[in-house]
C-alpha cells in the first residue's frame, strides 16, 4: 500500500470524524443531552419501526438509493393489540439511485393513528452519495407534508374547560424539513437522522401546550455484517429520542442462514424485547414479521404487538443486485 494512498485514507477518515464530532456537539443544543428549548417536555410523535435495520428511509433521507435498486416496501404495524384506540401505522415507500449514481431519490405514504388523532404523511427524500472509505456518503434531505386529523368526539374529558374540547373534527396541514447522514460499504453501516427540524404547528387551537407542535427526533442506527461460511451474523444498535426526552436504544442481533432466512432478537430499553424474521422469497422479493412483548407495564396490557413487512426490488439500471442483501 502506498504512502500517498495511507495519507489520503488518513484524511478522509479525519474528516469523516470531524463532521461526527461537530454535528454532535452543534446538535447538543438541541438533543435532550444538552436540554435545549428552555426545558420543554416533548413526547416521541414519529412511529416507530422493529424491522428498521432491513429499511432506514424512515429513519434518514440519506438513505435515498443505497440499495442500487428499484426498492419498494410496505409495512403494517399494529401495536398494544390488547388497548382499544393503540398505535397503528400503515407505509409503503420507494427509492431509487439515478442513473448518475450519485444521486437517490425516495418517497413515502404515511398512515398513523392513535385514538383520536390520524396522521397521513407524503414525503420526498433527495440523498447526494459520495465514495467515501471502503462505502459511500450520503448527505440527504428531506421534505413533505402532514395531516394532522383530531376528532375530539372520540374523547371523553374529565376537564370540561379543556381548551382542546371542541368536541369537532379539525384536521391542520403543516409541512416537516429533514435532514441526514448515512455512511454504508457492503457490510458496514452508520447514520444520523433528525426530523421535523422546522418543528411545525399540528394544530389551529389556541395553546401554549408543546406538544401543539412537531417534536425534533433523532436516529442513529450502527451496524456490521460477519461472515461465517452459509452464516452471517448481523449486530445492530439504534438510539433514538425526541426533542427533550429521554433517548431509548434497540440492541439487536439478526442471523442469516443459508443466504435465505433471516431471525434476529431485539431488546428495547425501558420496553421489552422483540423477536424478528425475515425470508428471501428470491432475488427480488421478501417478507418479514415481527412480534413486540412489553415487559413493562403499559407492554404487558397491550398484549404484543405486530409488524409485517413486504418489499419487492426491482433492477432498473441493469446493475448486479446482492443477493442477498447483508445490510
Known amino acids: 500500500m502506498s504512502k500517498k494512498y495511507m495519507m489520503i485514507r488518513t484524511s478522509k477518515i479525519k474528516i469523516l470524524f470531524s463532521i461526527c464530532i461537530f454535528l454532535f456537539a452543534f446538535f447538543d443544543s438541541l438533543l435532550p443531552f444538552g436540554g435545549g428549548w428552555g426545558g420543554v417536555a416533548f413526547a416521541q410523535q414519529d ?7 432491513f429499511n432506514h428511509l424512515a429513519l434518514n433521507p440519506a438513505y435515498a438509493g443505497s440499495r442500487e435498486v428499484l426498492a419498494t416496501s410496505l409495512v403494517y404495524r399494529d401495536q398494544w393489540t ?4 393503540a398505535p397503528s401505522t400503515g407505509s409503503l415507500s420507494v427509492q431509487m439511485p439515478l442513473r448518475k449514481k ?24 433527495y440523498s447526494y452519495r459520495l465514495p467515501f472509505l471502503k462505502g459511500k456518503l450520503a448527505f440527504g434531505l428531506r421534505m413533505g407534508v402532514y395531516d394532522y386529523v383530531f376528532d375530539g368526539s372520540k374523547m371523553d374529558y374529565k376537564d370540561q374547560g379543556d381548551v382542546y374540547n371542541t368536541r369537532v373534527r379539525t384536521s391542520k396541514i403543516t409541512g416537516t424539513g429533514d435532514f441526514g447522514m448515512y455512511y454504508y460499504s457492503r457490510t458496514f453501516y452508520w447514520g444520523l437522522g433528525m426530523t421535523h427540524l422546522n418543528q411545525g404547528k399540528i394544530t389551529d387551537v389556541s395553546s401554549q401546550d408543546s406538544t401543539s407542535r412537531q417534536a425534533i427526533h433523532y436516529f442513529m442506527p450502527i451496524g456490521k455484517a460477519f461472515e461465517m461460511g452459509n452464516t452471517v451474523l448481523n449486530p445492530s444498535i439504534l438510539i433514538k429520542g425526541a426533542q427533550n426526552s429521554p433517548p431509548e436504544i434497540d440492541l439487536s442481533l439478526n442471523v442469516l442462514l443459508k443466504e435465505r432466512l433471516w431471525v434476529g432478537l431485539s431488546l428495547r430499553s425501558n420496553y421489552g424485547v422483540v423477536f424478528l424474521t425475515q425470508y428471501q422469497i428470491n432475488d427480488k422479493m421478501k417478507a418479514g414479521y415481527s ?21 419487492y426490488d426491482i433492477n432498473i439500471h441493469g446493475t448486479k443486485m446482492l443477493m442477498p442483501r447483508y445490510l
Not at 390488547?82 to 384506540?85: C, E, T, V
Not at 412489553?294 to 404484543?304: L, P, Q, S, T
Request: aromatic fraction near 8%.
Open 102 to 125: 450519485k444521486i437517490g431519490l425516495g418517497a413515502e405514504l404515511l398512515s398513523d393513528k392513535l385514538g383520536p388523532q390520524n396522521i397521513s404523511a407524503c414525503l420526498l427524500s
Open 47 to 53: 412511529a416507530q419501526y422493529s424491522q428498521y435495520m
Open 82 to 85: 390488547g388497548i382499544k384506540g
Open 291 to 311: 412480534f413486540d412483548y412489553g415487559a413493562n407495564k403499559i407492554g404487558r396490557v397491550g398484549k404484543g404487538t405486530h409488524e409485517i413487512m413486504i418489499a
